[in-house]
């Protein structure tokens, strides 16, 4: 499956070259045919509809490197109002860097550069004076591990409200806290240990209390790092569900390894292919009638 | 590559079995022999310092019945004045001399006259002075022997006639007749807790040492942990990493192998000489350990620093902490056993120096205990290296006593360490 990857990597604009002779005889003789295809097939622009009316992010010409790797290639896409949009695609093709980019969690990262023009609600997010603490309440974000602070239950939901100074009464918080809690569908479980520590819940409990954490400070966009890809299939769906009602209040904007899984929670999907964004489309058509040939090869599992 | 059989693969792995098993034997038994040689070392160290110093925490004492003649005395009534220049000497002769009224002669009597340690009249004077009211009565009070008194007694229990060094047969018969009527009795030795350094050994002490090093200590631990702390912080969580961070750490690396006398030589020529600090104070003891201790503990904090899981910064951050607010709230705690220990070993470290001391002038004879981080004092390590240094036998026993009381607080602060550690560490 890497040297797929790999392959296609080489068909950049700078060499473009057919499939490694040496490993082409190691393996099956239908998927050769379908890498040499891939390996010629060049991305030029985004095909399908990746802009929408009432955008509430919107990215133009996205640029992001790492040094002098470049990490994301000219990418444009808007995120509509209470929408769920899910980006898929093969390991290492930008992705998490893309999302990242989207709340600046890049700029805690030495050396990573984002060019173009990224607004929230019309506002750069890259501006001059923008200042990353009230943008991060605004679009949150939930990782890959479940990351809750070594501390109690409570404290990790109440941690976004405090240094934000949104509850002015410890009643209050108490509310917030209840409420993220039920909004993330984890209150009855935790409700009579709410002073125990985070770290001893179960993996789907800990994703759901970060979603928790989250959704504390009322953000208007959660960003989700393949929130499920450490979970089992129960606790997975019971986030699937979880996202399903947050679309009502959020915009959310999820990566995932998972094709099922973009096709139950979003409304539309983003392919990304080696930093470049290859099709954006309604997620039934991304999954029915792709319109690109390497968003095809991706979700009849050809590679990835 | 040739394909294998089944059978091939599990006969080569059966094959390789045996020598990987004795190679983690011998492992295991190389990784015994070490610490079983590291616990000897320990122990024949601990034994040989408990045998010589632990007769050092009893003292022979002898008892008297004194009497406060103002006659004797050459004062009329208790004042500071008539105090300062009374015979308290005289006092304690006179009770000696009625304890043996037979000895007759000066040689005789001086030699009797050494039984009794010279300190003693320095303890009459205080008693008086708290107890004016004693001024013409008389009292039994239990006073030092002289140190080859003390040697000689304790020789006494180890072979039947004992050791009898300067002293001579016709003393050592006074000692015999006082410690048959039980005048003469090893008591616990409690000047060696609560005196200053003396050139006699029966009142030479650990306690201007003790109080020294702990005031030295002070210093080196108000100093270095915060900014060692916030050095680490600020190189780990805030610094760009460029080339002039990377010298930086370095040479922080560079200065934790400096041997610790340089940094005595630098005290010295920078607070004495330039800065006109006092010498032999623990303030400038302290401020030599706290440069020699800073980059233990700057290493051993960004070491726990980086420890910490990266994915609990992110998680902060992403809630829209500031950067001082991820350090202050998560990373912080999380790394703040890790920092404890690193200051207590460096403390520890600081504790048992000498060298750099030395430089600075704490080599001195010192008698009072300290009342200040500017008074003149000496610490714990170079009172040993004194005691060490001192002609008189009783100072070998006080010497290992001495080590034994360095090792005890040494002991005491890692026991601080591991128990801080426990108590503060958290799971994640
Ligand atoms: N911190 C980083 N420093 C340098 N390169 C990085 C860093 N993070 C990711 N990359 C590179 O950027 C590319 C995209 O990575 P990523 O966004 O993590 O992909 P995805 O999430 O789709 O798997 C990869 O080639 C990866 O090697
Ligand atoms: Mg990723």
């Excluded at chain 2, 079983?36 to 002898?62: E, N, P, R, W, Y």
């Excluded at chain 2, 714990?380 to 290296?385: H, K, S, T, W």
Aim: charged content about 20%; hydrophobic content about 45%; glycine content about 8%.
């Amino acid at each position: 499956m890497t040297t797929m990857t790999l392959n296609a990597g080489e068909a950049g604009p700078a060499e473009d070259q057919t499939a490694n002779p040496a490993s082409e005889s190691a393996v099956e003789q239908s998927a050769v045919k379908a890498r040499a295809a891939n390996t010629n097939i060049e991305v030029t622009g985004t095909v399908g509809s990746p802009f929408c009316d009432d955008a509430k992010l919107s990215m133009r010409n996205v640029n992001v490197f790492y040094g002098e790797a470049q990490a994301i290639h000219d990418v444009s896409l808007d995120i509509g109002r209470n929408q769920v949009v899910a980006m898929i695609g093969p390991s290492g093709c930008g992705k998490s860097t893309f999302l990242r980019s989207l709340n600046r969690m890049n700029d805690t990262i030495e050396g990573c550069r984002v060019e173009g023009e990224l607004t929230l609600d019309g506002e750069a997010i890259y501006g001059p004076k923008v200042d990353v603490v009230p943008l991060r309440a605004r679009v949150g974000m939930v990782f890959q591990k479940p990351n809750p602070f070594p501390k109690s239950i409570y404290d990790n939901v109440a941690y976004g409200p405090k240094i934000h100074g949104i509850a002015s009464r410890r009643a209050e918080l108490d509310e917030i806290v209840e409420n993220s809690l039920r909004r993330a569908g984890l209150w009855n479980e935790v409700k009579d240990r709410l002073d125990k520590p985070g770290t001893g819940l179960s993996g789907g409990q800990q994703q759901r209390l970060c979603i928790a954490r989250a959704i504390a400070v009322s953000p208007e966009v959660i960003l989700m790092d393949e929130p499920c890809s450490a979970l089992d299939p129960i606790a997975t769906a019971r986030i699937e569900e979880l996202i399903d009602e947050l679309r009502q209040n959020y915009t959310i904007a999820i990566v995932t390894h998972s094709m099922q899984q973009a096709a139950r929670v979003s409304q539309r999907t983003a392919y990304f292919h080696l930093g470049k964004l290859v099709e954006v489309n309604d997620t039934e058509t991304v999954f029915t009638n792709p319109e690109h040939e390497l968003t095809e090869a991706y979700i009849t599992g050809r590679f990835g | 590559m040739t394909d294998l059989t089944q059978t091939q693969v599990r006969e080569r792995i059966a094959a390789r079995l045996a020598s990987r098993h004795r190679k983690e034997k011998l492992f295991r038994g190389l990784g015994i022999a070490s610490i079983a040689f590291g616990v000897l070392a320990v122990l024949v160290l601990f034994t040989d310092i408990i045998s010589k110093g632990a007769s050092a925490f009893v003292q022979t004492d002898i008892q008297l019945q004194v009497t406060y003649d103002p006659a004797e005395l050459g004062i009329e009534q208790v004042d500071e004045e008539s105090l300062a220049w009374a015979n308290f000497d005289g006092v304690i002769r006179a009770a000696l001399r009625e304890r043996f009224p037979d000895v007759s002669g000066r040689r005789d009597k001086r030699e009797l006259y050494s039984l009794v340690s010279n300190g003693a009249g320095f303890e009459l004077r205080e008693r008086l002075q708290n107890h004016p009211e004693l001024l013409g009565k008389s009292e039994t009070l239990w006073f030092n022997a002289d140190d080859d008194v003390d040697t000689y007694v304790k020789s006494l229990s180890k072979s039947e006639d004992g050791f009898l060094g300067r002293t001579s047969e016709q003393k050592a018969q006074w000692i015999l007749t006082l410690r048959e009527s039980g005048e003469l009795k090893k008591r616990f030795n409690t000047t060696f807790f609560t005196n200053g350094d003396s050139r006699e050994p029966e009142q030479a002490g650990i306690r201007a040492a003790l109080v020294g090093s702990l005031f030295t200590l002070l210093v080196t631990l108000v100093l270095s942990f915060p900014i060692g702390v916030a050095a680490a912080i600020y190189l780990e969580e805030f610094a760009p990493k460029n080339r002039w961070t990377d010298l930086i750490e370095v040479n922080i690396n560079n200065l934790a192998a400096v041997p610790s006398i340089v940094f005595g030589l630098l005290g010295l020529a920078i607070f004495i000489n330039f800065f006109e600090l006092p010498r032999s104070a623990p303030l400038v003891g302290g401020l030599v350990l706290t440069l020699m201790t800073l980059p233990t503990i700057i290493i051993s904090s960004r070491a726990s620093l980086k420890s910490v899981p990266p994915s609990i910064r992110e998680a902060a951050m992403g809630m829209g902490a500031s950067r001082m607010q991820v350090v202050l709230h998560h990373v912080l705690p999380l790394a703040m056993p890790g920092m404890l220990t690193g200051a207590i070993i460096g403390m520890a470290q600081a504790l048992g120096e000498t060298a750099p001391l030395l430089m600075i002038g704490m080599v001195a004879f010192i008698v009072d205990v300290p009342h200040g981080v500017t008074d003149p004092s000496t610490v714990l390590p170079v009172q040993i290296f004194l005691w060490a240094d001192s002609p008189e036998r009783a100072f070998v026993e006080r010497t290992s006593a001495a080590i034994m009381v360095l090792l005890a607080v040494l002991i005491t602060m890692n026991t601080c360490a591991v128990w801080l550690r426990k108590k503060l560490e958290r799971r994640w």
